[in-house]
T-cell receptor, first 113, second 112 residues
Framework: QQQVKQSPQSLIVQKGGISIINCAYE??????FPWYQQFPGKGPALLIA?????SEKKEGRFTISFNKSAKQFSLHIMDSQPGDSATYFC????????????FGTGTSLTVIP | NAGVTQTPKFRVLKTGQSMTLLCAQD?????MYWYRQDPGMGLRLIHY???????AKGEVPDGYNVSRLKKQNFLLGLESAAPSQTSVYFC???????????FGPGTRLTVT
């Protein structure tokens, strides 16, 4: 059973537009929800993360929205830029998982100039 | 401060051969992880360690073994490689009390 489901698989956005990636999780014990950004040939890098006690977290152009009751969270990239073109992964960790991380399947984002 | 490093960067094996992937971190992190990344499947946890001398199974541990003899190193072994183990392998580490996970640059393994 996949613990974290991510959509869409791929996304194409015009420069300046808003990119939205969604994730849903199963285990209500998770207490940490990060997003990672990965460029080709590189390892994933932590972009932004949220705990379930807040509904939104913003860092620059990147915002996480969190809906605890729906067990969903999403990444919003405002004013998307060509340099944002990458693969984005959501994940969930904590609770009773013993520090294990469960990742979504990834979203390939392309920002067209 | 090199962060998380992985050796080697690329490797080609024949079916049945064995090899060891080395992960090293210089951040004094307690937790270390090995993941595999396959197209359309995200990152899947193979094994992890919560401290020197300890290891635990993740989601996809079959066919792999690990050891954490030193706090800074986490080794991933393939005793008898199979084509299904063709993948990109990532090591990661986190500090106790945080969930901030730092990844290495990856090892691309091809098993023919």
């Amino acid at each position: 059973q996949q613990q974290v489901k991510q959509s869409p698989q791929s996304l194409i956005v015009q420069k300046g537009g808003i990119s939205i990636i969604n994730c849903a999780y199963e285990n209500t014990a998770f207490d940490y929800f990060p997003w990672y950004q990965q460029f080709p040939g590189k390892g994933p890098a932590l972009l932004i993360a949220i705990r379930p006690d807040v509904s939104e977290k913003k860092e620059g152009r990147f915002t996480i929205s969190f809906n605890k009751s729906a067990k969903q969270f999403s990444l919003h990239i405002m004013d998307s830029q060509p340099g944002d073109s990458a693969t984005y992964f959501c994940a969930a960790a904590g609770g009773g998982t013993g520090n294990q991380f469960y990742f979504g399947t990834g979203t390939s984002l392309t920002v067209i100039p | 401060n090199a962060g998380v490093t992985q050796t080697p960067k690329f490797r080609v094996l024949k079916t049945g051969q064995s090899m060891t992937l080395l992960c090293a971190q210089d951040m004094n992190h307690e937790y270390m992880y090995w993941y595999r990344q396959d197209p359309g499947m995200g990152l899947r946890l193979i094994h992890y360690s919560v401290g020197e001398g300890t290891t635990a199974k993740g989601e996809v541990p079959d066919g792999y073994n690990v050891s954490r003899l030193k706090k800074q190193n986490f080794l991933l072994g393939l005793e008898s490689a199979a084509p299904s183990q063709t993948s990109v392998y990532f090591c990661a580490s986190t500090r106790t009390g945080t969930y901030e996970q730092y990844f290495g640059p990856g090892t691309r393994l091809t098993v023919t």
